[in-house]
């Protein structure tokens, strides 16, 4: 039984031998692509090639042993057939000769497996090897194209920014008045807003020195190097903490649902039309309406209550532009949409206590929407505003343009601020990851001392090598002389840092000159609040978006927080709240159709539609703004004092 067990142990190495004809022919094919393959990629291929030849003359030879002893042992087996034994063993004996026949076909068999796989390999592994290398190719030149691609987008816009006649600055001064009347001009605007400088994103250079107290100002300075901390308002700024509140409000809200929806399907056909004219179910919305976003604007009013403590205007400058900055921290994750608010709907944030402030916004107009906010401050600044929203949904992206003056006045000082919200992008709109930037410039005048603050919002790019979402600005006092610099990002906080010299730099290639700012070190003004726990859930609102639709007793019943349509997306059930949506807006409809119909009695039909679109609000008027040459609506008084004594009879039936 000797051959018996040298078969045996030669079948299984041979089979197991057997698994590495694949990778041998595999590897045998690849003779076209030495060519590019590196040293180590051939010198390993070559090693592989000569391991697997090995393996494969081990597999002939023990195919031969097995043939060799399996004769050997079917011979023996015959012999012993033809001796006389008893009927006992001839019996076993035959037994045993059955076995080994069916032991020595099942290894032929095994042995022609082996071969028909050996040549089926041989025939396919090139063609494989020929599919895997076009495949790599086809990749390789992908990659090349997509780079040239690149290249190519960004000459086209340093030549579009290099463009004779195209205009250095498309922002106006807000101190004259300026103020896009045109639709066709802001659409044009917005078209060259997108594409704004990348690589020329600060027109200055800071150099940072040592603060020392006995040092001298230098010749050419543009201001004193003092920089005392004992009696500076902005050291801290940024570090007030916020106080437990007095009255304890929620923390979360329902989480969101995940509820599918072909966003092409609907997004298709709106490309060009005015996004408020837009039917939209909830399922692009936040349950907040676009009157509690305006009202978000003061989540960090504290840097306004520092700058009530200034006493020199351009530091107090520095706390209003990083005011103005922080407006924007709560959008980096918002990019759903706030619902378009009801005509005459209101919303007020009665906060005297906790905040040391009130608030109401009211919407004055539906087409386009327009809402007014007036908010009072007890420890000693007010602050109004009329903003217009004009958004365009241009395919890939989705253009929000808030349009109007923004005032801000601190009552012992007299400083009166103007200034206007620069353009929101919403990118990916089809195909993507959504994600939001902000651009553009805002310019924050200071109408009593003349003082400015110019920031700018530097576009994200792909090549430029800032920080994204990065703010740069400066700050100068009415004879355009500069005193701070303003750095940061609107998503995180904002910096000041004191200048105590100026001077030009020399000319670049393209003949461009830079001033070069030689400032103390930064000191923080603003640091956004962390986001509350499971955030990523809520709409990822802040602890005040969270507050802001919280049912409150005595509020007007045209209050955003007793909206139908709202309230039920908050709770989760969106099928329920598109419905109530569309009551809601055939409601409004109708009720402009009972406008039109009162107004086109003694009037022509053209008057008449116009008298049906204005709409007179119930607590702002319309007023001459006359800093800024605008008619824009004002806060005439009387709210508080009807909710005081709950008197709301004037208040229409929108819900």
């Not at 041979?14 to 990778?23: D, E, I, V």
């Not at 592994?125 to 290249?151: D, G, N, P």
């Not at 343009?401 to 000082?413: C, K, N, Y």
Request: net charge negative.
């Amino acid at each position: 039984m000797k051959g018996r067990g040298c078969w045996e142990t030669a079948s299984v190495r041979s089979f197991c031998s057997s698994g590495c004809l694949n990778k041998l022919k595999k590897d045998d094919s690849g003779d076209d692509d030495e060519e590019t393959a590196s040293p180590a990629d051939k010198s390993e291929l070559h090693s592989t090639i000569k391991n697997l030849s090995l393996k494969l003359d081990d597999l002939s030879t023990y195919n031969d042993l097995i043939a060799k002893h399996g004769a050997a042992l079917q011979r023996s087996l015959n012999e012993l057939d033809s001796l006389r034994i008893p009927y006992d063993s001839s019996e076993k004996l035959k037994a045993v000769n059955e076995r080994a026949t069916l032991f020595r076909i099942t290894s032929n068999a095994m042995i022609n497996a082996c071969r028909d796989f050996l040549e089926l390999a041989e025939t396919h592994s090139r063609k494989w090897q020929r599919a895997l290398q076009y495949e790599q190719e086809q990749r390789v030149h992908l990659e090349e194209t997509i780079e040239q691609l690149a290249k190519q987008h960004n000459s086209l816009e340093r030549a579009f920014r290099g463009a004779p006649g195209r205009a250095s600055n498309p922002s106006k001064s807000f101190s004259e008045g300026s103020y896009l009347t045109s639709r066709e001009d802001s659409e044009e605007d917005e078209d060259t807003e997108y594409f704004d400088a990348m690589e020329d994103s600060t027109s200055f250079i800071t150099v940072i020195t040592e603060a020392k107290e006995d040092r001298k100002p230098e010749s050419g300075t543009t201001g004193s190097v003092d920089w005392p901390s004992s009696d500076n308002v902005l050291d801290g700024a940024s570090l007030v903490p916020k106080d437990p509140p007095k009255v304890k409000r929620r923390v979360r809200i329902p989480d969101k649902p995940n509820y599918s929806l072909n966003l092409w399907s609907i997004m298709k056909n709106c490309i060009g039309r005015e996004l408020s004219k837009i039917p939209m179910p909830v399922n692009f919305n936040e349950p907040l309406s676009m009157l509690q976003r305006l009202t978000e604007d003061l989540e960090y009013h504290h840097l306004l209550d520092k700058a009530v403590h200034c006493t020199s205007s351009v530091e107090q400058m520095c706390l209003v532009a990083a005011f103005s900055v922080s407006s924007y921290s709560t959008t980096v994750h918002r990019i759903a949409k706030p619902f378009n608010p009801m005509l005459g709907e209101t919303f007020e944030l009665d906060r005297l206590d906790e905040m040391g402030l009130r608030s109401l916004c009211e919407q004055v107009s539906h087409h386009p929407p327009s809402a007014a906010h007036y908010v009072f401050s007890k420890n000693g600044w007010s602050l109004w505003q009329e903003i217009t929203i004009a958004s365009k949904f241009r395919g890939k992206y989705l253009s929000i343009m808030p349009l109007g003056a923004i005032h801000l006045e601190f009552q012992d000082s007299g400083n009166h601020y103007v200034w206007r919200k620069s353009t929101s992008t919403v990118h990916n709109i089809i195909v993507g990851k959504l994600w939001i930037d902000q651009t553009g410039d805002i310019e924050i005048v200071n109408h009593k001392t003349k003082d400015r603050c110019q920031l700018k919002f530097l576009p994200y790019s792909y090549f430029s090598k800032e920080v994204a979402r990065k703010v740069t600005g400066v700050v100068s006092d009415g004879q355009g002389k500069a005193h701070f610099v303003l750095s940061g990002s609107w998503d995180e906080q904002m910096e000041c840092a004191k200048i105590v010299q100026s001077s030009p730099s020399s000319p670049s290639l393209d003949g461009k000159q830079k001033t070069v700012y030689q400032t103390l070190p930064a000191k923080l003004l603003w640091k956004k609040y962390p986001l509350p726990e499971n955030a990523e859930n809520m709409y990822y609102f802040s602890e005040l978006a969270l507050t802001l639709n919280e049912h409150e007793e005595g509020v007007a019943p045209t209050d955003s927080r007793l909206r139908p349509d709202q309230r039920l997306m908050e709770k989760g059930h969106w099928d329920e709240a598109n419905t109530e949506k569309q009551r809601l807006e055939e409601k409004q409809r109708l009720s402009r159709r009972r406008r039109l119909e009162a107004s086109a009695r003694g009037c022509s039909a053209e008057d008449a539609e116009k008298e049906a679109d204005v709409y007179k609000p119930l607590w702002f008027e319309k007023r001459l703004d006359p800093l800024t040459g605008e008619t824009a609506c004002m806060y005439k008084g009387g709210y508080w004092e009807a909710k005081e004594k709950q008197d709301w009879h004037m208040c229409p039936n929108i819900f």
